[in-house]
């Protein structure tokens, strides 16, 4: 399959402060990627979608201003945290799809943990 | 918009036991079901998908059946392994929007 890499793995903020995770598309130009959070034992939580060069579509009570994303090419989206707290510590997830081939499949990143202090 | 229930949300099997997990959509529209793995602090993995226009596919020990006209589709691993062990979610998306929907996922417990 193809390959999704997400930067950083972990990091560690201090309250107050923005933080931005990478997710690119290795080996394929994706159309369209996806941004998502997952707390512990639970489910992937759909933030946004992102289709290149347009704005992202963020879904229901997801505050758009609060996190900014942005997917200026075909092999890179960034997802910003600004003004993290403490309740924006989880596990940040993006996946990527190239739906103009026809294809349904998405290829997830390896995930990004972040913990506000 | 699109409802994906999942059940049960844990499952606990010997070695070598059959595990089924069942998922349930709301829209018609969806024509394309995958399954994904996830280890923990891992990424999911895609293990098999369908697609409406199949009742049934199969990889190995992994198989996934869809019945459309009920909305429901299942995973069926055979001859479970203790490397089984993981959250599995299913997942629906339409053609149109290609957003996919995700159940809440099931904790796969296999005992050796």
């Known amino acids: 399959g193809a390959v999704v890499s997400q930067h950083p793995s972990w990091v560690i903020c201090k309250s107050g402060t923005s933080v931005k995770i990478e997710c690119r598309s290795l080996?394929?130009?994706?159309?369209?990627m996806f941004w998502y959070r997952q707390f512990p034992k639970q489910s992937l939580m759909l933030m946004a979608t992102?289709?290149?060069?347009?704005?992202?579509?963020?879904e229901q009570g997801v505050e758009k201003d609060k996190f900014l994303i942005n997917h200026a090419s075909l092999t890179l989206s960034t997802l910003t945290v600004t003004s993290a707290h403490p309740e924006d510590s989880s596990f940040y997830i993006c996946?990527?799809?190239?739906?103009?081939?026809?294809?349904?499949?998405?290829?997830f990143g390896p995930g990004t943990r972040l913990t506000v202090l | 918009g699109e409802n994906v229930e999942q059940h049960p949300s844990t499952l606990s099997v010997q070695e070598g036991d059959s595990a089924v997990i069942k998922c349930t959509y709301s829209?018609?529209?969806?024509?394309?079901f995958p399954w994904y793995k996830q280890e923990l602090g891992k990424r999911p993995q895609l293990i098999i998908d369908?697609?409406?226009?199949?009742g049934e596919k199969k990889d190995q020990r992994i198989a996934v059946t869809l019945n459309k006209t009920a909305k429901h589709f299942s995973l069926h691993i055979t001859e479970t392994q203790p490397e089984d062990s993981a959250v599995y979610f299913c997942?629906?998306?339409?053609?149109?929007?290609?957003?996919?929907?995700f159940g809440r996922g099931t904790s796969l417990i296999v005992h050796p």
């Open positions: 996946s990527a799809a190239a739906f103009a081939s026809g294809y349904n499949e998405q290829f």
């Open positions: 080996d394929f130009q994706a159309t369209t």
């Open positions: 992102s289709n290149e060069g347009s704005k992202a579509t963020y």
């Open positions: 829209d018609s529209a969806s024509n394309y």
């Open positions: 369908i697609r409406s226009n199949v």
């Open positions: 997942a629906a998306s339409s053609g149109g929007s290609y957003i996919p929907t």
